[in-house]
């Protein structure tokens, strides 16, 4: 019997599915590409808008203050109001924002349009993750999903380079933030007409406005406190200080959600071991993987010489390998052995290539050592990436996924934040060590960057040993199904077998 074409062609419904997919990721994509696209630019930033290098800095700290400390407030609200709405509004944000940096004519303009810049990406990364998981509740479908959001994830960084070295050489640094103009109006008008809002819980109960203040204030003086302490020194009566207050206001935020009715934070979700551990898992993950971006761009600029075309090139061997194995390769081989199988060895791969990437000194060419650091790191993230996140969200209950989304994204983000500055701190004062000895800057510099990527390894080596203690795959995943059908909200729909 002859089966017409019709017949086999995805419904409507199906295909804006798929699409609404391919909007979050590139409004994912443009948050990425502002983490790396900007620090090549620096520079040239420097020269144009006349900053010192201590207020230079600021640049990249504005925006991972505002971008850390609203992730979970961004989260929750997605619950409450539609995480629709919250991305929408993140999306307009962030272009806006984008779109002032590129006409800032003096550094205090520019400063000011990232702090807006990183509240429209907490708005919009705070429940990119929860839209996926409510948008494909098959475990299949998910899978599916998750691979083309890790690779965007994870590949952003490589092209970040790419763009920022190509724009900025070829016209100007200006460029860097227009280019977010066409990507963000289109993401934020297909946005509107493809992504399906979720049922929230509505404002109807009290809203917890003290809690949302006492967390944002303790995230705001706890990402500040890490991305100071490198210039004021980590036993700084500043960064002591500033850190000492984030924990005392963290402290009153969980003493608050645990006797209120309606939380920002319910605390039950903190109980789920494949959450908390999926998620202090990933911030040391993260450490490594920005270590591997952003020590290596530097390495391989400071001390090989390589422009910024060049240094994005280089990073090609991880993220080809990751696009390969993004085609449905990890997928695959999950659902074959489940997503701790495929954690174990990929995290075992990533501290692999960070130890290999540390013995690269002053001689070390391109070949093989350094070509076979980024393409191990490709692998081992294609392998631990999606299977990380699976973990992670397989046993939240779907009306707590936006919040469950802001604390992964907080762990991971304030835990690349603290790890790089401590990786920053730890490198430059072995690197001076080492000049004050007699050796050359470069030959110290290259030190400096190889104790770091040995100390990255290591991390992702405490990673590795999380996993093996702490989690393990769920034997089975119930189809989680749309708030529209579900329970009330704080209702298990999701559990683990």
Known sequence: MKIHKSAIRPPASERRRWLALVVVCFGQLMIVLDSTIVNVALPSIQRDLHFSQADLTWVVNAYLITYGSLLLLAGRAGDLIGRKRVFLAGVAVFTAASVLSGFAYDPAVLVGARFLQGAGGALSAGVILALIITGFPKP??????????TFVLAGGGSLGLLAGGLLTESINWHWIFF???PIGVATFIAGAALIDETAGAGLRQRVDVAGSILVTAAMVLGVYAIVTAAQNGWASAHTLGFGGAAIGLLAAFLALEARI?????????LRLRSLTGASAARAMLATGMFATFFMGALYLQHVKGYNSLGTGLAFLPSTLTLGVLSTGITARLMRSFG???MLIPGLATITTALALLATADVNAGYFPGIFGGYLLFG????????PLMTIMMAEVPMA?????????NVTMQVGAALGLAALGTISTDYSRTLMAQGQTVVSALASGYQLGFAIAAACVATALVIVVVALRSPARV????????????????????
Do not use: K, T, W, Y
């Open 400 to 408: 707590d996924a936006g919040v469950a989304s802001g604390v992964a």
């Open 261 to 269: 009715e309606n939380p920002i934070l319910p605390l039950r979700i």
């Open 179 to 181: 280019i977010n103009l």
């Open 478 to 497: 119930h189809v989680q199904r749309s708030l529209a059908q579900s329970e009330p909200a704080g209702a298990d729909e999701a559990q683990a077998a």
């Open 339 to 341: 997503p701790r199988a």
């Open 379 to 386: 692998i081992g993230a294609g392998m631990s990436f999606m």
């Open 140 to 149: 299949v479908e998910r899978a599916q999903a998750m691979s083309v959001f």
